[in-house]
């Protein structure tokens, strides 16, 4: 959706926001003061709000524990024994899986071993990673660690993509052109959904059919991406996936994750670092020697969830299903336009997008570089919180911007640009 210059004013920012059917979502988010009012919050790539219901939703679990205890995992009040399924109908919708392939558990980089430990199965030749070059640090670090434990050189055995065209991002092609110039080198491709740093969308249908060419696994760090674009991990034949909740989920500070696995890989007799939270559910309390997964992605968990944590998480998904995944992509496509027009229009040279134009490869996130060796994005970000403006950035002069559909306005992005461009003078 191309914006005229003109559509990014003040009075059509409220238009906008009296014809936006999601807008009364926006009251049932807590947000931080400025002064007496709420702030302008564009920080939901890296914690998304609270919603108010959070408190008494975790208050009715702690006045379970206070009164039931031990009782209160098979209590009708509790019912703490299979909690995670509870977020199972909600993740499966937003991961565009079958219910058996996603279960919530562990935090992101927990749940990137627990599967690369039974997917990154070095035979031969095949005993490399592909993951992106500049790749998010914990992914890194997972990525090197898994090739060090199988006595691997990551020197040798990590290859790290780039893309052929900066300005374009990573696509199928190149993932295309690096497996063949590696033919049966690559054991498994890890790349993410969404780029954390640039916002680029990556072609996840288009990427995971290379990867299946060439005789590799493919799997993906979707911190980004889920709730923030529609996603169809099982018809796009993804392998495996792994989340985090706590950014476009609003699951609160470290909130519970999750993973996706297959159905083609749920039954299989693999390889896993097991816990008793992952044993055949009917069989758990009988405390046998043997582990048997229970199948799909459950048969990963390791532990008894965090019960206080994961209520979050579920009142949070409680009102993305009453939006729709859809409906808050349409919404975010139009908010992303908005606010690029009024960069565009408002701080000229002074920034320069580096997120994709094309609103397909794109979600929420619009990363902005400052113009000018001299110019600091930490300093812009701080002098934005002294008008209200909560953003966050990445050294040494990249803003990110994320107008969450769920609870941003069109007014809160015409009034951080004008901040902004009050902030560069």
Same mark, same amino acid.
């Given at each position: 959706?191309?914006?005229?210059?003109?559509?990014?004013?003040?009075?059509?920012?409220?238009?906008?926001?009296?014809?936006?059917?999601?807008?009364?979502?926006?009251?049932?988010?807590?947000?931080?003061?400025?002064?007496?009012?709420?702030?302008?919050?564009?920080?939901?790539?890296?914690?998304?709000?609270?919603?108010?219901? @959070?408190?008494?939703?975790? +208050?009715?679990? /702690? %006045?379970?524990? #206070?009164?039931?205890? !031990?009782?209160?995992?098979?209590? *009708?009040?509790?019912?703490?024994?299979?909690?995670?399924?509870?977020?199972?109908?909600?993740?499966?919708?937003?991961?565009?899986?079958?219910?058996?392939?996603?279960?919530?558990?562990?935090?992101?980089?927990?749940?990137?071993?627990?599967?690369?430990?039974?997917?990154?199965?070095?035979?031969?030749?095949?005993?490399?990673?592909?993951?992106?070059?500049?790749?998010?640090?914990?992914?890194?670090?997972?990525?090197?660690?898994?090739?060090?434990?199988?006595?691997?050189?990551?020197?040798?055995?990590?290859?790290?993509?780039?893309?052929?065209?900066?300005?374009?991002?990573?696509?199928?092609?190149?993932?295309?052109?690096?497996?063949?110039?590696?033919?049966?080198?690559?054991?498994?491709?890890?790349?993410?959904? @969404?780029?954390?740093?640039? +916002?680029?969308? /990556? %072609?996840?249908? #288009?990427?995971?059919? !290379?990867?299946?060419?060439?005789? *590799?696994?493919?799997?993906?760090?979707?911190?980004?991406?889920?709730?923030?674009?529609?996603?169809?991990?099982?018809?796009?034949?993804?392998?495996?996936?792994?989340?985090?909740?706590?950014?476009?989920?609003?699951?609160?500070?470290?909130?519970?994750?999750?993973?996706?696995?297959?159905?083609?890989?749920?039954?299989?007799?693999?390889?896993?670092?097991?816990?008793?939270?992952?044993?055949?559910?009917?069989?758990?309390?009988?405390?046998?020697?043997?582990?048997?997964?229970?199948?799909?992605?459950?048969?990963?968990?390791?532990?008894?969830?965090?019960?206080?944590?994961?209520?979050?998480?579920?009142?949070?998904?409680?009102?993305?299903?009453?939006?729709?995944?859809?409906?808050?992509?349409?919404?975010?496509?139009?908010?992303?336009?908005?606010?690029?027009?009024?960069?565009?229009?408002?701080?000229?040279?002074?920034?320069?997008?580096?997120?994709?134009?094309?609103?397909?490869?794109?979600?929420?996130?619009?990363?902005?570089?400052?113009?000018?060796?001299?110019?600091?994005?930490?300093?812009?970000?701080?002098?934005?919180?002294?008008?209200?403006?909560?953003?966050?950035?990445?050294?040494?002069?990249?803003?990110?911007?994320?107008?969450?559909?769920?609870?941003?306005?069109?007014?809160?992005?015409?009034?951080?640009?004008?901040?902004?461009?009050?902030?560069?003078?």
């Amino acid at each position: 959706m191309t914006m005229r210059s003109k559509d990014s004013s003040a009075a059509v920012a409220s238009a906008l926001d009296k014809s936006d059917s999601l807008a009364p979502l926006r009251r049932q988010f807590a947000f931080p003061r400025h002064h007496d009012s709420a702030a302008i919050y564009l920080c939901g790539h890296s914690l998304g709000l609270m919603p108010k219901r @959070v408190p008494k939703a975790v +208050g009715h679990e /702690l %006045d379970v524990w #206070a009164n039931s205890a !031990v009782h209160g995992h098979f209590s *009708a009040a509790g019912g703490w024994f299979d909690y995670h399924k509870r977020l199972t109908p909600q993740l499966a919708k937003l991961a565009g899986a079958r219910q058996a392939e996603v279960v919530a558990m562990n935090s992101l980089t927990v749940n990137m071993h627990l599967l690369l430990a039974s997917f990154f199965r070095p035979q031969g030749r095949r005993s490399k990673i592909v993951l992106e070059a500049g790749a998010f640090p914990s992914d890194r670090y997972a990525a090197v660690s898994q090739l060090q434990h199988h006595g691997l050189d990551p020197t040798v055995n990590l290859l790290e993509l780039e893309p052929q065209d900066p300005n374009v991002g990573l696509t199928a092609e190149d993932l295309d052109a690096c497996l063949q110039r590696n033919a049966n080198d690559v054991a498994v491709v890890w790349l993410p959904g @969404v780029q954390y740093l640039s +916002g680029q969308v /990556l %072609d996840i249908r #288009a990427l995971t059919r !290379v990867a299946h060419q060439h005789g *590799a696994l493919i799997g993906f760090d979707l911190a980004h991406a889920i709730g923030n674009i529609p996603l169809r991990l099982h018809t796009w034949e993804v392998d495996i996936a792994v989340w985090c909740g706590y950014k476009y989920l609003n699951g609160g500070p470290g909130a519970i994750g999750g993973c996706f696995v297959h159905d083609k890989h749920g039954n299989q007799a693999l390889p896993r670092l097991a816990g008793w939270w992952g044993h055949d559910e009917s069989r758990r309390f009988l405390m046998e020697p043997d582990f048997r997964p229970i199948p799909g992605a459950q048969g990963w968990q390791l532990s008894n969830p965090p019960i206080l944590a994961m209520v979050a998480l579920r009142v949070a998904l409680d009102l993305h299903m009453r939006a729709g995944i859809h409906n808050l992509h349409k919404k975010s496509t139009r908010l992303s336009a908005f606010l690029q027009s009024a960069l565009e229009t408002q701080c000229g040279k002074s920034v320069q997008i580096i997120t994709p134009d094309k609103p397909a490869l794109r979600g929420a996130q619009l990363s902005l570089q400052l113009s000018g060796q001299s110019v600091s994005a930490q300093h812009v970000a701080e002098a934005l919180e002294q008008l209200g403006v909560i953003v966050d950035t990445r050294e040494p002069n990249i803003i990110r911007m994320a107008a969450a559909p769920i609870y941003n306005s069109f007014k809160d992005v015409h009034g951080a640009v004008t901040a902004l461009k009050k902030v560069l003078g």
